[in-house]
């Protein structure tokens, strides 16, 4: 009976060991794994914490706007049967943007009381430096708790970080006192002079001989470790963040932009607010090109914000997508217009899309030109009166949403951190391009202002310091008002941004015009 | 007493054969042995024509249908509401005493009270209209499915709805599939109270919905689903207020390694489902209500390519 029993019991056992599936095979349990470790969720955590703090109360609109579909907009072919696509849009219940914004014009124009909303809304502007400093802390509290295992006092993080802004404090107020570049922390000394003054920590001085050795107690002491071998490369994230916060000011001058015109032959076509219904693709008219191009709705603001005029010499500095040519050509105002696509190669591909908008026999009336030259080798200073430049960002729609080419990537976190640093070396170079009067629209497809005040910032520092130039920031947001209707646009600190809204879903767009102030050589 | 059981089994073994049920096998084996049922009893007794005491009542409406007024009033209701609502419902005022006193006798017999019963019947008027053999029927298979005749009693008092379902089978699947979820026999009837059309909707909606919470909310806490009416909505009403809660960062679902004691700050259930969508977009997502009916027109369209993309699959397979 007893063997019986355990014979059960035992096959029992073993019929459930076979059946036992280890918890890495299960399909689920892999599929939920992996999903935690793609790109767009990293970018997804990442965001909410930094925007979380940054946007506050507005963060979760803007967070489901994001991960939703983009509202799209069409520019209407001038080359092709205009009046019979701008029938059929309106058929299919797509409105002609420029007819919203003339009337809008007009209303804004005829009432006064309008000026007293715009100031409350640029007393809304989002509150950026304490949520930056939030952010900071929590950074650096992360990669400590990376570098040490084990736990770190939360209020030795307090301290440390009171002891270091108070430390920056000081050092700010010590140059400002002693002038720029006159006290160097980093100076290297000879090893003789820093030993004789270097203090010495008798007690774990080691006697020579076997008594030494023996009495001394040291040896056998806890070592802490000062230094980490094998991080040369090694760049905190905190850094990343620093950088919006010890931008020095330059001087500028602000002014507010007056309405622009909304070219005449520009015809953009959109559904209404809360409609996200979609384009079909285009198709070629009689006129064997392309009727329209669909396009991200959001440019519709810097290209407007650029004030184009006729005759004009434009420059698409770093030709990222094909949205701002297409609108650019379509005003048909520019008298030359280059694209650059910085040596990415799609020249090619930008000329032959372009060619199939436009005639050859027109090509002539309205010149554009593709280049495929670094942003750096342009060497047409002060040739263009107009520079557009969309600098490579996090591009958080796609961040969020996209996997691949994601800057969010483990592979491209240096890339990501680095990124602010050549954002303002290009738009360092747009601003020392463009002609004295002349006007540089910077463009960044993020909502992080590290990526856009920042970087405006420490570029008219950069020109400051270097050449004495200075330039005048305008102040967008009235100009923006007749757009308000189909883009959520907020006011920032040196431009206004693009906010993913869901009932109209553009963005996120920062855009800032600034202008180099004309007689800049004489007062020199 | 073994004797007679084997002889009755022998007897009824035909008709076990037939019906190939418990159910009937136990019923039949009652009545060979003389056990009655509280339903067989109730069936049997004869309807009784009391003598009714009127008092005069302010209020009143007299053109009503004096004999269900007496009616009423015999059993000792005064309020006025109730009298009220019975004239203002013709089906009520109108319909045959014999039928009131019928249900009457049933809900008194089962142990409500009088006022309770009349409420009950004022709440579902078609009560009325059902043989008093079926509504003894389905009472004793929510009894027999709950084993409880007090949460029965409570639940029909409240879904009166519930004495008109025939089938045992939709009774039985849909209280072991709750079961199945909240454990509880008084979660099951809480659950049938707050959200009754539940018996009304298909198995495999409730089957989706309930592995849904389960599997992608992960809700942990049985209790939550009785306090809300979760259960009782399609598919899709979940699915588009929780994307909507997760698009937004208000809802990570819980890690199912950290003890369920500590608050995930998740929305609970009922504030999920049981609010107006201006009260969910503004204060459990904290966005507007305009984004919220947005995001349920897309949700709404993504929905239908959803189900156009499965049957295309499903004829694929075919």
């Known amino acids: ?524 | 007493m073994s004797m007679l059981i084997r002889d009755i089994t022998f007897s009824t073994m035909n008709t076990l054969m037939k019906s190939s049920s418990l159910r009937s096998a136990f019923k039949l084996c009652r009545q060979n042995l003389g056990i009655s049922t509280v339903a067989d009893r109730v069936n049997s007794m004869q309807i009784v024509n009391r003598s009714t005491t009127v008092s005069p009542c302010s209020n009143f409406n007299e053109t009503a249908n004096s004999i269900t007024q007496n009616l009423i009033k015999s059993y000792g209701i005064k309020n006025e509401n109730i009298l009220q609502k019975v004239v203002d419902l013709p089906i009520l005022s109108n319909s045959d005493p014999s039928e009131w006193r019928k249900v009457m006798e049933i809900f008194t017999f089962r142990g409500s009270s009088a006022i309770v019963s009349v409420q009950t019947i004022v709440k579902y008027p078609a009560l009325l209209k059902l043989s008093s053999s079926r509504i003894n029927r389905a009472w004793d298979d929510w009894v027999d499915c709950f084993q409880e005749t007090e949460i029965v009693r409570e639940m029909i008092e409240k879904q009166p709805i519930f004495l008109s379902i025939s089938s045992t089978a939709d009774i039985r699947s849909r209280y072991e599939q709750l079961k199945h979820i909240v454990l509880s026999k008084k979660a099951v009837a809480q659950i049938l109270i707050t959200c009754p059309q539940i018996m009304f909707q298909s198995l495999t909606e409730l089957h989706n919905v309930s592995d849904y919470l389960s599997e992608v909310m992960i809700v942990r806490n049985a209790a939550e689903y009785s306090k809300s009416t979760v259960l009782g909505c399609s598919l899709q009403e979940v699915m588009v207020r929780h994307e909507f809660l997760d698009k937004c960062g208000k809802y990570k679902p819980p890690n199912l390694k950290i003890s369920e004691s500590i608050p995930t700050g998740n929305a609970t259930l009922s504030e999920i489902y049981d609010t107006t969508e201006e009260e969910f977009a503004c204060k459990v997502a904290g966005v507007t209500l305009e984004e919220f009916v947005v995001f349920q027109s897309m949700f709404a369209k993504e929905w239908e390519s959803r189900k156009t993309n499965s049957d295309e699959t499903d004829s694929d397979d075919e």
């Open chain 1, 1 to 524: 009976m007893l063997r019986h029993t355990f014979l059960s019991s035992s096959l029992k056992m073993y019929s459930r060991d076979l059946l036992y599936i280890p918890k890495r095979w299960n399909k689920k349990y892999k599929e939920k794994r992996l999903e935690k470790l793609r790109n767009h969720n990293k970018a997804l955590a990442q965001l909410d914490d930094f925007y979380g703090s940054v946007y506050k109360d507005s963060w979760p609109s803007i967070r489901i706007a994001l991960l939703s579909e983009e509202k799209k907009g069409v520019v209407v072919n001038n080359f092709s049967d205009k009046e019979r696509i701008q029938k059929y849009l309106m058929s299919i219940g797509a409105y002609n943007l420029r007819k919203i914004f003339n009337t809008e014009v007009k209303i804004m124009n005829e009432s006064g009381g309008k000026q007293k909303q715009h100031r409350e809304m640029s007393s809304n502007i989002y509150q950026i430096d304490g949520s930056i400093e939030e952010a900071l802390l929590r950074q650096k509290q992360s990669e400590m708790a990376d570098i040490y295992p084990e736990p770190v006092d939360s209020k030795i993080i307090e301290n440390t970080y009171q002891s270091l802004t108070e430390k920056h404090n000081e050092d700010v107020v010590d140059d400002s006192k002693e002038g720029s570049g006159s006290r160097d922390p980093t100076q290297d000394t000879p090893l003789a002079e820093s030993l004789k003054s270097a203090d010495y920590d008798t007690a774990r001085i080691i006697l020579p001989g076997p008594t030494g050795i023996a009495l001394s107690a040291s040896l056998y002491d806890f070592v802490p470790t000062s230094k980490l071998k094998g991080l040369d490369d090694f760049i905190p994230e905190s850094t990343h963040y620093k950088y919006y916060k010890d931008v020095p000011e330059a001087p500028y001058d602000l002014e507010i932009e007056e309405v622009p015109q909304f070219p005449d032959h520009l015809d953009v076509y959109a559904f209404e607010r809360g409609n996200c219904d979609t384009f079909e693709y285009s198709r070629r008219g009689s006129t064997e090109v392309f009727d329209y191009h669909i396009l991200r709705l959001g440019y519709l603001a810097p290209v407007l914000a650029l004030d184009l005029k006729n005759g004009e010499n434009v420059l698409d500095m770093t030709g990222s997508n094909l949205d701002i040519p297409m609108l650019i050509c379509q005003t048909l105002t520019p008298g030359l217009f280059v694209i650059n696509c910085g040596a990415t190669r799609r020249g090619k591909y930008f000329l032959r899309y372009l060619e199939s908008f436009i005639y050859d026999s027109v090509e002539e009336s309205c010149k554009f030109v593709v280049t495929d030259d670094h942003p750096f080798a342009i060497e047409d200073a002060g040739m263009y009166d107009k520079i557009i430049v969309t600098v490579p960002s996090t591009f958080d729609r796609k961040a969020v949403t996209d996997d691949e080419n994601n800057m969010f990537s483990p592979s491209l976190i240096k890339e990501r951190l680095k990124l602010p640093e050549a954002q303002t070396a290009v738009l360092s170079k747009a601003l020392e391009l463009v002609k004295e009067g002349g006007s540089v629209v910077y463009c960044t497809e993020t909502l992080s202002p590290i990526q856009n005040d920042a970087v405006v910032q420490r570029a008219l520092e950069a020109q400051w310091t270097k050449s004495n130039t200075k330039f005048t920031i305008r102040d967008l947001s009235r100009a923006m008002e007749p757009l308000q209707s189909f883009l959520k646009i907020v006011p920032a600190k040196y431009g206004q941004l693009v906010t993913p809204f869901l009932p109209n879903n553009c963005g996120p767009l920062y855009f800032s015009k600034l202008v180099k102030n004309l007689n800049q050589g004489n007062s020199e």
